[in-house]
T-cell receptor
């Protein structure tokens, strides 16, 4: 299936731990994104990469670091997890620099305890 | 910067009744507009989009949205809803960024459509 796939789907971890979320797209898109959806369902962009180059870096704590080994993958690494990091994280991809909309993954629900 | 306002956080409606979910955006310049739907515990799916041309755009499952430039609105409508339409609906505008020409999607806060039997 052509899609944006994220792993894991659920992630429960303790405060202070370091964790990673992986994202892969096989749509041939050239741009990938990370969004955070909080408990009130509000969606906010965090990062965007175009062909391995960082193009969007919103006001996100330095504990969050995206890594793009190639244009089909964009991973998100989070250091020293805090309770406030609990959210659903969505990966997305697009072509034509996002002009025509994004294709989203199914999300990773991160719970920090 | 662009912003999107969804005026209703929740819209309860009975099955087979018509519904309208309201969306207003901030910019008066050319924009691309989108509606996404999020079913419970799932990701976001593109419902429909306006890029140019006809101001009325339609989805395959009976939803439609009309771009109104003078009112900076992109309201979503369906003449007769089903129980299966129960979901969170997000309006989004494509914000063309700096000289690189990249676009980032700016989302509204979402509207929870609850269809009751």
């Amino acid at each position: 299936d052509t899609a944006v796939s994220q792993t894991p789907k659920y992630l429960v971890t303790q405060m202070g731990n370091d964790k990673s979320i992986k994202c892969e797209q096989n749509l041939g898109h050239d741009t990938m994104y990370w969004y955070k959806q909080d408990s009130k369902k509000f969606l906010k962009i965090m990062f965007s990469y175009n062909n391995k180059e960082l193009i969007i870096n919103e006001t996100v704590p330095n504990r969050f670091s995206p890594k793009s080994p190639d244009k089909a993958h964009l991973n998100l690494h989070i250091n020293s997890l805090e309770l406030g990091d609990s959210a659903v994280y969505f990966c997305a991809s697009s072509q034509e620099r996002g002009r025509y909309g994004y294709t989203f993954g199914s999300g990773t629900r991160l719970t920090v305890v | 910067a662009q912003s999107v306002t969804q005026l209703d956080s929740q819209v309860p409606v009975f099955e087979e009744a018509p519904v309208e979910l309201r969306c207003n955006y901030s910019s008066s310049v050319s924009v691309y507009l989108f509606w996404y739907v999020q079913y419970p515990n799932q990701g976001l799916q593109l419902l429909l989009k306006y890029l140019s041309g006809s101001t009325l755009v339609k989805s395959i499952n009976g939803f439609e949205a009309e771009f109104n430039k003078s009112q900076t609105s992109f309201h979503l409508r369906k003449p007769s809803v089903h129980i299966s339409d129960t979901a969170e609906y997000f309006c989004a505008v494509s914000d063309s960024m700096f000289s690189g020409g990249y676009n980032k999607l700016i989302f509204g806060a979402g509207t929870r459509l609850a269809v009751h039997p």
